[in-house]
């Protein structure tokens, strides 16, 4: 084989490693590791605003795309009112993200407060795939 036939191999090698890359590449880092679920089935994507609430485990809320830190539930609450006021008409559901080592009481208190104020809401787990 002679120089360029080495150099095409090359490239061939580069854009397939390139484009494995970027097919497992992660598109945004989450401080929030979700626990896993063979239970649940993904959501269907409807004509809604998500708000997404992230449960660390030290008890603190995270919204506004994990960057800005809640203290507690009613911090929580004042939050969660002020974003349906902004969106008043248009549905709103909340997810709820909570870490995987997040004590149930955090999740389960803000999955209340959804309740409280009638909004709709999902826990986020992340699917184990191909196990049974």
Request: hydrophobic share 45%; with cysteine.
């Amino acid at each position: 084989m002679n120089n360029s036939g080495y150099i095409l191999r090359f490239v061939d090698v580069v854009l397939i490693l390139l484009f494995g890359f970027i097919s497992i590449a992660t598109i945004r880092e989450s401080d929030i590791e979700l626990p896993e679920s063979t239970e649940t089935q993904p959501d269907v994507v409807g004509e809604e605003e998500v708000i997404f609430v992230g449960v660390q485990a030290d008890g603190t809320f995270l919204v506004d795309e994990e960057t800005v830190a809640l203290a507690d539930i009613s911090s929580l609450e004042q939050f969660l009112r002020e974003e349906m006021a902004r969106y008043e008409g248009y549905p709103l559901k909340v997810r709820i993200r909570a870490s995987w080592d997040a004590p149930v009481v955090h999740l389960l208190s803000a999955a209340q407060l959804c309740d409280d104020l009638g909004l709709r809401k999902a826990i986020d787990v992340k699917m184990r795939v191909g196990e049974t």
